[in-house]
């Protein structure tokens, strides 16, 4: 038997129909809030911390450096598990349970103390903060939109670029001087429990179809209570994950967002040592998430409209080709032009794939096992950015220089671009046919 919406009950359904203009909206401004408030579990947030969890708890930056990678490395294959949850119960209830769980483990975080806490804690917030939150957040704004969809992700890439990356590491910062680490830690768990958990609760809805209502706002009857299985999704194509994993596209899109982490978080990680084997200095590698996150807002609303009417495939290659550019800039860094160059284009890469890794699955393999599809990925992403920091460090321990990872990447970049160029949109075979 094909996997049906069941509608809700009328009681439940009532803000949705009152809302005087499509409730997709509503879904997208909490569902961005809540990618928004990924930020905490995110690396440019827990940059901030580093330095004084290294201080004040006594460890060394090799034991930090690797708690934090294998955090991240278990919170990424805890994805699919939350996936499938998704799929089952719904993004109502899994965004308040990932909200009040996540709260609770940056609560947690403000009272380590020691190494053994302080890796579970990161396990925590890893998995959580910038794997499941973020997953369900993409996952509700997807439910509601389709033909709108790339629009509407490049809007909230949009505010997740200017409100997460651009004025939470600053916000932190401000936090801890005003308190400390700790109590920083704390009030942004609160912040989850009492604010973004309650909101997911009382306006996150799983499914338009639930409530009389097309994705994009076109009407359609309301699903009878008394025979749930009487309508299905709209016309579209949807496919299980394990259907989805046997095309090429699912790969393609899959490594080419993977090799993004994992190049966006070596670089950042290293950023420092990188721009000083280029001669300059720290306050130099700062400056550089200025015009990066200011180019990748840009971008995001840019690469949101172009996948509404160009092949992903395009997109993509694209994006790929920047960011192979992006390392070429980094061993071409010599003063402020070619810091503010190569912002631009890393912040420009940054924008075409992360909008297309929010548009691509539900484009190309459909709505019905979306957490299912983007649990998988999501920690194909994770994985690639915990090993992110791996190649760059060894290279220049035992290298001295960061220049030989940097042209090995630049040449899979493009060999990637020239690959993705081949991908097209899988078709469901017939039944009886093999995948």
Known sequence: MAKTITPTKPGAKSLVTKTPFFYGWIIMAVGTLGMIMTSPGQTYTESIFIEYLIEDLNLSRS????????????????????????????????????????????????VVQNALMVGLGFIFIRMLGQGSLGLVSQTAINHWWVQKRGMIMGISGLAMSLLGMGVFPNLVYRLITTFEWRITYIILGISLLIFMAPLGYFFIRNHPEEHGLKPDGQKTEPLSVNNPEEKTL??????????????????????????????????????????????????????????????GAVVNLLVGYLSDHLPLRYLLAFGLLLLGGSLALVLLLQGTGSVLAFGI?????????????????????????????????????????????????????????????????????????????TVKKPEKPAFGQKV
Not at 358 to 381: C, D, E, K, N, Q
């Open 234 to 295: 709209p016309a579209e194509e949807n496919w299980t994950l394990k259907e989805a994993m046997k095309t090429r596209a699912f790969w393609t899109f899959g490594l080419g967002v993977s090799l993004f982490t994992l190049l966006i978080t070596g670089l950042t990680f290293h950023l420092v040592s990188i721009f000083q084997s280029q001669g300059l200095d720290a306050a130099t590698a700062a400056g550089v998430f200025l015009p990066l996150s200011i180019t």
């Open 345 to 421: 284009v890393l912040g420009s890469a940054n924008g075409f794939i992360r909008t297309i890794s929010t548009v691509a699955w539900p484009s190309y393999f459909g709505r019905l096992h979306l957490g299912s599809i983007y649990g998988f990925t999501s920690a194909m992403s994770i994985i690639g950015a915990a090993l992110g920091p791996l190649p760059f460090g060894y290279a220049f321990d035992w290298i001295g220089s960061y220049r030989p990872v940097l042209l090995f990447f630049i040449g899979l970049c493009l060999l990637l671009a020239l690959f993705s160029l």
């Open 63 to 110: 034991m930090i450096s690797s708690l934090y990678s294998f955090g991240t490395m278990v919170g990424g294959f805890s994805l699919p598990l939350w996936g499938k949850q998704i799929d089952r119960k719904g993004t109502r209830w899994m965004i308040t349970i990932v909200s009040l769980l996540f709260g609770l483990s940056l609560v947690y975080m403000g």
